[in-house]
């Protein structure tokens, strides 16, 4: 992701946008992310998707500009839940 964006940052807009936990500690946890230590809930709060989204980029070293989706989940509704989501607009 970040080979792409630094190739193309010049050409075009590139946006990482952190959403709902996909896999929340409340709910579908998988083993991958338990033995690495990635253990959210699922946010409750616009604080606390802060939190996870700022854990997130330092993790992966996400050089995107990065954009939180608001609490009420509203980008993950409009464009579906699969689990891995890019778009070209």
Known sequence: MNEIYNQFKDDMEFFFIY???AHPTSGWQVDA???EGI????HQSIEE???????CTAGFQIQLPTLI??????IYHAYGAAPVHQ???
């Open 19 to 21: 959403g709902r936990e």
């Open 33 to 35: 992310n338990v033995e």
């Open 39 to 42: 253990l959210f809930l699922q």
């Open 49 to 55: 998707r802060e939190d996870a989204a700022g854990s």
């Open 69 to 74: 989706e608001g609490i009420d989940n509203g």
């Open 87 to 89: 778009y070209v607009i």
